[in-house]
């Protein structure tokens, strides 16, 4: 199974500066027939049900902020949020989808500080 | 408004049965493969099976193969698992996820349903 592994486990950063997530596949997730990264970014709010941020790298899903965005091509990449709200306070998960079975990183805890 | 309401979580003994079900509304159901996803409390997302738009294709995780089985009735619009020989490490809540495409990737979730598995 391809290994995701998210970097750092938690994060604090201040309202409105820049909050960065990595995520390092175990093996390269882009298929070079299509020039796709097969990875996505999801946020999980306490108590609720992942949501959708990012998939094919970089490719926001429809109405999430454009203060997100993600970036990588391989086996590295990142999630950014470039002015962080009280709201984007959240677990963060990458997956890949290249593969089966897809599989997720362990999770990135992001806090104010 | 795309709608995924996920039921039939519950406290079950080890070695027993569960089936859980997942409604689909807003969309149109048997157009999407989908998926379920768990998570145990505590811990991250682990996909646990597939199916494509029509059913006949499922795909599962190697820790459930052999003992969930996924199906749906797109007549009801409705997603089904169905879990057998429940293990402890089975416990999580359990998601159902529409995908992209035959892509493994999901733009909505359901709130999920606890499957707790104790003697």
């Known amino acids: 199974d391809t290994v995701m592994t998210q970097s750092p486990d938690s994060l604090a950063v201040s309202l409105g500066e820049r909050a960065t997530i990595n995520c390092k596949s175990s093996q390269s997730i882009l298929n070079s027939s299509n020039n796709k990264n097969y990875l996505a970014w999801y946020q999980q709010r306490p108590g609720q049900p992942p949501k959708l941020l990012i998939y094919w790298a970089s490719m926001r899903e429809s109405g999430v902020p454009d203060r997100f965005s993600g970036s990588g091509s391989g086996t590295d990449f990142t999630l950014t949020i470039s002015s962080l709200q009280t709201e984007d306070v959240a677990l963060y998960y990458c997956?890949?989808?290249?593969?089966?079975?897809?599989?997720f990183g362990q999770g990135t805890k992001l806090e104010i500080k | 408004e795309v709608q995924l309401v996920e039921s039939g979580g519950g406290l079950v003994q080890p070695g027993g049965s569960l089936r859980l079900s997942c409604a689909g509304s807003?969309?149109?159901?048997?157009?999407?493969?989908m998926h379920w996803v768990r998570q145990a409390p505590g811990k991250g997302l682990v996909w646990v099976s597939r199916?494509?738009?029509?059913?006949?294709?499922?795909t599962y995780a190697d820790s459930v193969k052999g003992r969930f089985t996924i199906s749906r009735d797109n007549a009801k619009n409705t997603l089904y698992l169905q879990m057998n020989s429940l293990r402890a490490d089975d416990t999580a809540v359990y998601y159902c996820?529409?995908?992209?495409?035959?892509?493994?990737?999901?733009?909505?979730w359901g709130q999920g349903t606890l499957v707790t598995v104790s003697s």
């Open positions: 807003g969309f149109t159901f048997s157009s999407y493969w």
């Open positions: 997956q890949q989808y290249y593969s089966s079975p897809s599989t």
């Open positions: 199916i494509n738009s029509d059913g006949s294709s499922t």
């Open positions: 996820a529409r995908g992209i495409g035959a892509a493994t990737v999901f733009d909505y």
